[in-house]
């Protein structure tokens, strides 16, 4: 049987700390590896899709499609191996500054059709939605005959909506719902509250034609694989080894630079004592080392 390894991902641009988040999704693809990554709000001129691809032992291609402006848009990262090989690459323009990506990888034998997208975001506008979700159904029917087709991406759509349904209705399974069926079979027990709330806000993942020979990965709407007992965030995870980490490397080094400070205050007073200097001195000296180690930021800021 053909297995393909895919993940969907919405970067967000810049927002939300990105130069915090990014050390977490590079440790996480580096992790991963997929054969194919959807990514969403893409900022080109960052190369926000190439820096993630070039994490961990795999090359990746990445394949873009702009949405409401040229820089920025959706991106699809397809490894090296595969990538070479692809075909039929399109894109299509949703309306709403929305877009969608496809292209034909093959996979031991077997040509599927992979695809990445991103909705209309505004919760009320789920008519709007439902329309492009027709759009993006009826031009994947048109596309070449394949083994089988999978759509990523970032629907903003909660299971219930129209969309939702509609995708279902013309012969796709939700990723993410069989994910959590499997999570919840494999360790015997209910679901708990975290995981209905992924289960009611990840369907990011549409794979179709059931009989297909392609075997995707389950995957979330944050795009990254679950295992049983794993926490249900619809994010990536946060690697809390690595969090913890950099925190343990930021107070040592936070505390040697108090602890030196005040050793050369020390051996300053002492100094100023032997030569007989008034106390008014050494009373200051304690108040800069009580300043300096209460607000070093501002200390520096200040020099």
Known sequence: MARLT???????????????RLPLLLADMSALQPDVLGLQEVVYPLQQDRLIG??????????????????????MLVRASLAATATGVERLD??????????????????????VTHLHHVPDDAALRDDQARQLIDWLEAAPSTDGQVVVGDFNAEPTEPAAERMRSRGYRSGCAEAVCAAQALSSRHLSTSEWICAANCAGTWISKPSSPTKPTRST???FRRTPGASSSNRVSQSPHVADEGQAARASITGSAKARRCARLRASRSRRRSRGESGSSRASSSAFCRYSSARPARRRCQR
């Open 54 to 75: 070039a994490a961990g032992e795999g090359r990746y291609e990445s394949f873009r499609a702009w949405a409401g402006r040229p820089e920025y848009g959706n991106a």
């Open 6 to 20: 895919v993940a969907t991902l919405n970067i967000r641009n810049l927002a939300d700390r990105w130069d915090e």
């Open 94 to 115: 949703l309306g709403l500054g929305r877009s969608a990506l496809r292209l034909i990888v093959p996979v031991d034998g077997a040509l599927v059709v992979v695809a």
């Open 221 to 223: 709407r944050a795009g």
